[in-house]
């Protein structure tokens, strides 16, 4: 069993800042942050492999940065020029193994 805590999360005004913070019990090649909106799907945000490897979707590219810590199996998402748009719950995801955490709320005032 995988576990994956997050934390993070909470309440900023449009342009303000947050960053994400994800601890999983094991070292795991590929971890993701997954954002789901009210009434929408979870969608990908970004992932980064332990190499480094990075991936993120068009909507954040610029304005978030995924990074990891492999020693402490920890993944960072430092979210800058938050927009309304990008609230929602906030998981973490152990990519392939496809295990979750319990997610964490972020709001964007406008």
């Known amino acids: 069993q995988v576990q994956l805590v997050e934390s993070g999360g909470g309440l900023v005004q449009a342009g303000g800042s947050l960053r994400l913070s994800c601890t999983a019990s094991i070292s795991i090649f590929s971890m993701g942050w997954y954002r789901q909106a009210p009434g929408k799907q979870r969608d990908l945000v970004a992932s980064i492999t332990t190499g480094g490897r990075t991936n993120y979707a068009d909507s954040v590219k610029g304005r978030f940065t995924i990074s990891r810590d492999n020693a402490k199996n920890t993944v960072y998402l430092q979210m800058d020029s938050l927009r309304p748009e990008d609230t929602g719950v906030y998981y973490c995801?152990?990519?392939?193994?496809?295990?979750w955490g319990q997610g964490t709320q972020v709001t964007v005032s406008s």
């Open positions: 995801r152990a990519d392939y193994l496809n295990y």
